[in-house]
């Protein structure tokens, strides 16, 4: 078995995967975060990308997926940023932890709960850093909202309600394959309302009931174009959410107490403002949060449980406890009907200790990508 590294200094990443999510938000984060991190590789299947976005970055140590572990064992690199479709994140992981080298990897997670475990499994097995990327678990409003919940002043939550929906007009899109491959709506925007449920709660769902709904778009033949989710919760608090890849764009969030409401608009995005609402009584008060970088936060925590030797908060736990989820709320769509849930064993939440704020940037010049809407850029 390796020893992982323990560097002194800045940890040195390799950012697996050049699709949309790491050009338009991870790469351009580095310079966010780089009181603790620095980009040093980049690994896709794509060489002409590469060489662009080598070039744009000033990155000179630009891999091939067929070379990915000559990377790993020169030594170049401390960390790894996983940026693939959900399908590839395990073997990536597990290869990365062969020689040492700490994971940070995009959500979900993986596609099964057996694919979470032994990532779990080799993780231990070569002492390295599990950490999978809920960026919102950094973010300044979202905290916000888990603080005022856990104060009481909207009395007990009871009732979690949302709607996160967009229009994937990409055919091709990953988002759009089967969801043996990872593909469908529960896994790329579900996972947010499911995880948001769990921290604003403080608490894990012990059965699930899933229904699905098609119109004949050709966009939706391998996946879904609709799921509405109800999760039951204990003490008889109840979490309910709609998402669709068929819809005009909304990404909010209500928690109802027994004295208060909660409103978070635009909750789960990066890329715009966020607005949050409390209401007490006769009471309405609002607070805006400008759009932020909210990836920066994610590497340098992550880069700080590194040097100080720290299980980070969204933990490898973290991740399984979403897809153990995923998966009931799929077999729920299959078998139409409810599904207990097994205990999850998950302690540690989100809290304002978390929050970490760095500005926004301009929008990058991207390569080769297409944006989920379907413009090529």
Do not use: W
């Amino acid at each position: 078995m390796l020893m992982s590294r323990q560097p002194k200094k800045k940890i040195r990443y390799a950012v697996v995967g050049l699709g949309y999510i790491a050009q338009i938000a991870v790469l351009p984060s580095f310079k966010n975060a780089r009181k603790n991190s620095r980009l040093v590789a980049l690994v896709s299947g794509d060489r002409e990308k590469l060489k662009k976005v080598g070039e744009k970055y000033k990155i000179d140590k630009c891999y091939l997926y067929s070379e990915f572990e000559d990377c790993l064992r020169r030594g170049e690199v401390d960390a790894i940023y996983i940026a693939t479709p959900n399908f590839y994140h395990r073997n990536i992981m597990e290869t990365a932890a062969k020689y040492g080298i700490h994971v940070l990897c995009e959500k979900p997670m993986a596609v099964t709960t057996e694919d979470c475990l032994g990532m779990m499994s080799v993780a231990e097995k070569n002492n390295i850093q599990l950490m999978i990327a809920y960026r919102l678990h950094f973010e300044a409003a979202n905290l916000e909202a888990i603080k005022i919940t856990q104060s009481k002043r909207i009395g007990e939550a009871k009732i979690f309600n949302s709607v996160f929906t967009m229009q994937i007009r990409d055919q091709n899109n990953i988002r759009l394959h089967e969801s043996e491959k990872g593909g469908g709506p529960l896994y790329d925007i579900g996972i947010y309302c499911i995880n948001a449920a769990r921290y604003l709660f403080k608490s894990e769902p012990i059965e699930v009931f899933a229904m699905s709904g098609n119109s004949r778009d050709s966009r939706f033949k391998k996946t879904d174009e609709i799921v509405s989710a109800i999760m039951k919760f204990p003490d008889g608090k109840m979490a309910n959410f709609c998402i669709s890849f068929g819809a005009f764009a909304s990404a909010d969030y209500d928690l109802i107490g027994t004295k208060g409401r909660i409103r978070l608009e635009k909750g789960y995005q990066y890329a715009y403002p966020m607005t949050l609402k409390t209401y007490e009584d006769k009471k309405i008060t609002t607070k805006k949060y400008a759009r932020r970088d909210q990836f920066s936060p994610e590497l340098i925590y992550f880069s700080e449980c590194i040097q100080k030797k720290k299980k980070p908060e969204p933990s490898a736990e973290e991740g399984l406890a979403d897809v153990k989820i995923i998966e009931a709320l799929l077999l729920s769509l299959d078998l139409g009907s409810p599904i207990r849930l097994d205990e999850i064993n998950k302690r540690t939440r989100p809290n304002e200790q978390q929050k970490i704020t760095k500005p926004s940037f301009a929008r990058p010049k991207l390569f080769n990508v297409v944006a989920p809407s379907g413009e090529k850029q």
